[in-house]
């Protein structure tokens, strides 16, 4: 055997490199596998042994800690086959060599090469020629084996798991809120905190019927959220974080809240570049699936509404709009108008007139797909009235339901997160009545430690000190919210539907949603009126009539008579000085405004009246320019003759510009050009004279 191994390395082997491949497959290989470690490198002894030179050893280990799975992340392998093709290996060496590669397509595309370029292979079992028919075969089982060998391991580990799972059994990592007990059973955690934060994460996404919403929610009314740390030293504390809108998106899309056991929610598979996919399936789908295994924070219909409701808010984003959770602004009905043209659901489009935003619900969807006008335009105020008239008619008998429901519900929420913010402040003084015992029990000579818990202790009044703060300015701004007299207003308007309504403190998200507890959908009609089909939750319906709103032209229009009066008005004054008159006079314009300059200047426009600057053109004056040439002083001269009185100026325009009357005869001769020293400096500061008056 020995002299058949010699016989295979001949002196054309030993001119090339020997490669040694170490692999370990986990780093905890690396690191407790030391031995094996050692026995590869104990191969190079061998190729020394069998006549390479130490120069001659090439040692690829960059692949350590790599799995063997596929060659495609495997630096160092893929070296190795690079190396071989090139015919630079006289030997290639590795512990178990069938390992080198641990997926059959690798290994035999290495044994191929191996065998064309005349490398040998070396293991702890002897060396191999792949150009041999017989070490090939050899080789190729060896990997084989090896590949059955990784297959049998994983499906022994893999069906255990399985086994397990489909028990209901099987460990798993717990989403926050949850515990296992000493029996193994899953808990609720015993952190009370916990437990509320997670509740009222599924009670503020109840009532706000969105993700982000609830994220705001817990913002602002300076709640956290707690977080399980699975790494580092600190590995299962709970950390407290502000909440974050995957966050939110992950407790409310994980079906263990509702008490089910459930695994294989996702398919895995492996792409050919070696990257991975995941693929979310239904319910139908997992490999395990229990419901009620353990105790839950809500039910299962809970947590489909939910998801149905998350899925829905998603489309509102997309392409479908569906009816989406209600928004800031004041479309009453956003979200619930269909077009009766088509069928579309319709959007919003806010408009703004004076200090009110006036919503347009607009048709525009297949619009803008196709490239085709808007299908419809409805302008939103009218429309909002009459559904706002017609809820405060005819929904009399659940009147104080609605309004009971929306009161306590304001109440309740404000409760709830003061019991769960007074829940913080009593944690950090319990942990710093912790730190203050235990400083007290050190032993006063140990001044290391007894330093140390002083330093800590400290630490923890100071963040109780920062609770404590934190809780009563919270409490004040709710309190502020809501006084002994606001309370009282509440209740009285608990009571009374149409006055909610009405009310303008009533913020529109909750108008909005009073609207959704009760109407289904409107559907709108554009003719000679808007027809508006609205479809109440309970099936019963009702049509409106809605008169078109007249145009704002119309209602806008500037009277003939205060036309005339600018027009007139012109003769002797700027734009800026028209509007001083007016509103001292106490006129208004069309739009109800207060005159300024500039809209003075849009009326003249659109008016086609003639400009200051033309009427006073036309009585024959000069500008600056031409008079100054006609005088032959420059123009600064003529600005100083002017304030002097010297010559006779008219404003035209509101940033103080001039045209001249021909000074003729009377004309002022050029050494006059300074009589600022002639006059005295006062008569420099004469200038706010009005000059408009001829
Ligand atoms: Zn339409």
Known sequence: MISETHSKVQARHLKRNAYLYVRQSTLRQVFENTESTQRQYDLRQRALALGWRVDQLVVIDSDLGQSGASAVDRAGFQRLVTEVSLGKAGIVMGLEVSRLARNSTDWHRLLEICALADSLILDEDGIYDPAHFNDRLLLGLKGTMSEAEL????????????????RGELEMRLPIGFVYDNQGKVRLDPDVRIQESLRELFRTFRRTGSASATVKAFRAQGLKFPRRRY???????????????SRALWVLHNPRYTGAFCFGRSRHRKLPDGRHTFERLEPPEWTAFIRDAHEAYI???????????????????????????????????????ICAQCGERMTIRYHQRQTTRIPDYMCQRRGIQNGQPLCQQIHGAGLDAAIGELLVQQVTPVTLEVALAVQQEIESRSEQSDRLRRQEVERARYESDLSRRRFMQVDPDNRLVADSLEAEWNQKLRS???????????????????????????????????????????????????????????????????????RFNGGATCTLHIPLPTPYWMTHQTPA???????????????????????????????????????????????DLRSRYDRLRARKLLTMREIAKNLGVKADTIKVWRRAGLLVGHRYNDKGAYLFENPGAGAPRKNQHDPAKRLGRNSLSQRSVTPTHS
């Not at 790494?231 to 809108?245: N, P």
């Open 151 to 166: 297959h049998v391991l994983r499906a022994r580990l893999r069906g255990g798991i399985l086994n397990k799972a489909r």
């Open 231 to 245: 790494k580092g030293a600190a590995t299962g504390e709970v950390m407290w974080q502000e909440l974050q809108h």
């Open 299 to 337: 039910s299962w219909e809970e947590f489909e509404q939910n998801t149905q409701c998350l899925r829905e808010n998603a489309h509102a984003i997309g392409a479908d709009r569906e009816r989406g959770a209600p928004r800031e602004g004041p479309a009453l009905l956003q979200g619930l108008v």
């Open 464 to 534: 109780l000190a920062d609770a404590q703060d934190r809780y009563e300015k919270q409490r004040q701004a709710e309190g502020a919210g809501l006084n002994e007299q606001q309370r009282a207003n509440i209740l009285a308007l608990a009571q009374d539907f149409p006055r909610l309504w009405n009310d303008p403190r009533t913020p529109d998200r909750e108008r909005k949603r009073m609207v959704r507890l009760l109407i289904a959908d409107v559907t709108l009609l554009k003719g000679a009126d808007v027809r508006a089909q609205v």
């Open 561 to 607: 008579a205060l036309v005339a009066e600018i027009d007139q008005l012109l003769d002797d004054h700027t734009d800026g000085d028209i509007a001083k008159l007016l509103n001292h006079k106490g006129t208004k314009s069309g739009a109800g405004h207060r005159f300024n300059r500039w809209i003075v200047a849009r009326l003249r426009k659109s008016y």
